[in-house]
């Protein structure tokens, strides 16, 4: 492996680049699914391949291969140069990459399990197990429950000098009911929507009460299709982590790419409010808002040793105490908003996909006060519990939001549970109306499996850390599904 790196950034700086990077990825993943007590499906895959990044006269060049021969490499390097040469032919201004020490090391998440090791047989037990006591709920149509379990390897070289050994595992999973009645369907998941991640093994696993909650959730799928709609108007409402930790994801994490801002990416997400002018002026949110961006955070799905530029992982505020405090970088973009150094924020979804700046894990900082505290301080809201739907423009300012389940608090007490609860609203308004942000004993570390950018089209996942906390005059209405 080492020879075939160090191959490419030979034939690619012979050829005239004036900085070249490789990386060769090596994944193994194996995901599981069963549905109403029957395996639904079972895949395993594996992938090996190789990605050069170069810069000739001032302009990228990528390319990649799975063939890893010599032949394949000197093929894929040489295709990068050409591909930098076509470039910079059509240069705006020639790309200046931020200087980084040429770090040499290996890393590895925490993983005291190995996911892959663990028989089969057992996997599919639990999870059959959790579908059947979902199943048993009467009035449950559908009871699925799914694993996921990835292993990731990169080797990074550049021409700088950077030699890089990194190692990911990650593992996890979730469970769903669905209940289906004249006038609509409900939906419940445990642990939280499109499931629960961490990089770790598969002692996450063997942590979560699977079954333990494999009954609650069918039961409250069967609750919510007689339980009253959720009432419409301006009200306060409160936010359970996961659904907040999407919220972060959406109206916080996309915003801050700075490539969104200066207006060089725009696919599946669009461009973003958060114009340059407004760093270190905007109040972004309320006092009780601080957003934390962390590439370090222990289990974090974005978390790593160093990027795919080999920058290494830092942490650093985005919003603190309200006031729009920074942005996710790059080596390329750190000096548009006058920084020295990027912030490490450069990924790629496998080595067949160039690398750009993505979310690394992002969080709202917990505040003080225990769940109990915050429904007590609360007059009249409507709780709202994990993501069923969401949607927000082009520029990431103007959003709605539906959860999957909800429940009116009235003098501190859970009054009711409703169904079909949304919200929208407005970014900065939105974040300026936060009053009240639960402390640490309540802070969980959420996961998002399928966030999209670019063209062609990229998967990244990370993770939003967040505690429940309270909006006021927020307005809610209900989601379009649950509408008579």
Request: charged share 25%; glycine share 10%; aromatic share 8%.
């Amino acid at each position: 492996m080492d020879d075939l790196l160090r191959l490419a950034l030979d034939t690619a700086v012979q050829r005239g680049a004036t900085y070249a990077d490789a990386r060769i990825v090596e994944s193994e993943r194996e995901d599981l699914h069963v549905k109403d007590r029957e395996v639904g499906s079972l895949d395993r895959s594996q992938s090996a391949g190789l990605g050069v990044r170069v810069i000739v006269r001032g302009g990228w060049g990528y390319a990649a291969t799975d063939d890893l021969t010599p032949d394949g490499v000197s093929a894929c390097a040489a295709r990068a140069v050409a591909i930098g040469e076509a470039s910079s032919s059509v240069l705006r201004e020639p790309v200046r990459l931020a200087p980084e020490p040429a770090h040499r090391a290996v890393w590895a998440s925490e993983c005291a399990v190995d996911p892959f090791r663990i028989p089969l047989e057992r996997k599919l037990d639990l999870l059959v197990r959790c579908s059947d006591a979902t199943k048993k709920v009467r009035g449950v149509t559908t009871a699925e429950a799914f694993f996921s379990f990835l292993r990731r390897r990169t080797r990074f070289v550049s021409s700088e000098g950077a030699d890089l050994d990194q190692t990911a595992t990650r593992s996890g999973g979730g469970l769903v009911a669905l209940a289906v009645s004249g006038d609509g369907v409900e939906r419940r998941s445990y642990p939280q929507s499109e499931g629960f991640f961490l990089s770790r093994g598969y002692e996450l696993i063997d942590e979560i009460p699977w079954l333990e909650n494999a009954e609650r959730i069918g039961e409250e799928a069967v609750a919510l299709l007689t339980a009253d709609r959720c009432p419409a108007g301006e009200m306060d409402i409160i936010l359970e982590g996961s659904q907040l930790g999407l919220q972060i994801h959406e109206s916080c994490g996309h915003p801050t790419e700075l490539d969104r801002a200066l207006g060089m990416e725009a696919n599946y997400a669009g461009t973003s409010f958060l114009t340059t002018e407004k760093l270190g002026s905007l109040q972004y949110g309320s006092p009780a808002v601080t957003l934390v961006a962390d590439a370090t955070l222990r289990h974090g799905l974005s978390t790593f040793g160093y990027d795919d530029e080999g920058v290494e992982a830092q942490r650093w505020p985005i919003v603190d105490a309200g006031r729009f405090a920074g942005y996710l970088t790059s080596r390329e973009t750190a000096h548009r908003i006058g920084e020295s150094r990027s912030r490490g924020c450069v990924r790629a979804d496998g080595w067949h996909h160039t690398p750009m700046i993505r979310m690394v894990n992002l969080s709202l900082m917990p505040g003080r006060g225990s769940f109990e505290d915050l429904l007590s301080d609360t007059d009249h809201a409507i709780y709202m519990e994990t993501n069923r739907s969401w949607s927000i423009d082009q520029l990431r300012y103007n959003f709605q939001f539906a959860a999957e389940i909800g429940w009116e608090i009235k003098k501190g007490k859970r009054v009711r549970m409703v169904k079909g609860p949304s919200y929208q609203g407005i970014t900065t308004r939105f974040w300026n109306s936060c009053d009240f942000v639960c402390g640490p004993e309540e802070w969980m570390p959420w996961s998002v499996m399928n966030c999209g950018k670019g063209q062609p089209g990229q998967v990244a996942e990370m993770t939003h850390g967040a505690a429940p906390a309270r909006f006021r005059k927020v307005r809610v209405g209900v989601a379009a599904s649950d509408e008579a």
